[in-house]
Nanobody, 115 residues
Framework: QVQVVESGGGLVQAGGSLRLSCVAS????????MGWYRQAPGKQRELVAL???????NYADSVKGRFTISRDNAKNTVYLQMNSLKPEDTAVYYC?????????WGQGTQVTVSS
């Protein structure tokens, strides 16, 4: 079993910042890609950012220049630093951890940006 737990969400004013964290634990042989996704009410879940085990990153166009993904391989942890937040960033943010045995989702953490 693999457990994935996100934290760091909350309510912030537009222009503010938040830092999300995601920790994976359990029967993990090797983590490959780690990523953040989000789902706003009435919309499909969408990719926010990905990071490979070697540190290569990929971002959605909507967050480029504002969000930064990073990871600590020793701690099986991935972070998402979110700056210059906008009301349209409001969503539940989910972490996905890819391993050699499959991908695992966390329960999500709510991010609300007020205007």
């Amino acid at each position: 079993q693999v457990q994935v737990v996100e934290s760091g969400g909350g309510l912030v004013q537009a222009g503010g910042s938040l830092r999300l964290s995601c920790v994976a634990s359990g029967s993990i042989f090797r983590i490959t890609v780690m990523g953040w996704y989000r789902q706003a009410p009435g919309k499909q879940r969408e990719l926010v950012a990905l990071i490979t085990s070697s540190g290569n990153t990929n971002y959605a166009d909507s967050v480029k220049g504002r969000f930064t993904i990073s990871r600590d391989n020793a701690k099986n942890t991935v972070y998402l630093q979110m700056n210059s937040l906008k009301p349209e960033d409001t969503a539940v943010y989910y972490c996905n951890v890819g391993t050699t045995t499959g991908g695992y989702w966390g329960q999500g953490t709510q991010v609300t940006v007020s205007s």
